[in-house]
Each structure stands twice: as C-alpha cells, then as structure tokens.
C-alpha cells in the first residue's frame, strides 16, 4: 500500500512540475503537494546543517553565508543544472579544483 502511495505522490510531483495547469485540471491539489515537496526539503536541508554543525562545532554568520560560499553554492547549482538526477554529484564535483 504504501509502495504505491509513493508512486502516485511521484507521480503527481512530476505533473505539477511539467505542466501545473494540467495538473490541476486532473484534480491534483497543486498547494498540498508543493506543501509536501518543500517540507521533504527542509527535513534534507536541515539534517545537513545539523551534520555541518556537529562536525565544524562552532557556526556563524561568517563561515555558514559568506559572500564567497555563497558564489560557491551558484556555481555548483550552474554546473550541475536544474532536473538532472546526477547534477548535484557532478556540481561539487567540477567545482572543486575550481576553488583553490
């Protein structure tokens, strides 16, 4: 049962993604399930800043959003691109000899 909940919530996420209008027509709530998609991430983004914290074990302004992070963090998103299932491995990957 819960297999198959999963793949319909797949399934809805994809058509509200290529085709909102459409998505709607068909009787997908487009306000819940973009609800759900941005709580899955947040749970992932904030596991990841919980792991940073513990393993930096000091955090500030400075060292989380500095200017230079954050042109990191564009490039890294430019490098990988939008919609790619390995964009997010390739991204950091290109761009660290990039860095030093």
Known sequence: M???TTK????YF?????DPDGAKSIGIN???YKMYAFCIS?????????FYAQYVLYIDPASTMGL???IH???????GGIGKLFGPVIGPLSS?????
């Not at 660290?96 to 030093?100: D, S």
Request: aromatic share 8%; proline share 3%; with cysteine.
């Open 2 to 4: 819960l297999a198959d």
């Open 8 to 11: 319909q919530v797949r399934y």
């Open 14 to 18: 994809r058509a509200i993604k290529d």
């Open 30 to 32: 487009i306000q819940k």
């Open 42 to 50: 947040a749970v992932f983004t904030s596991m990841c800043g919980t």
């Open 68 to 70: 230079m992070i954050s």
């Open 73 to 79: 963090l564009c490039i890294i998103a430019l490098i």
């Open 96 to 100: 660290f000899p990039l860095q030093n």
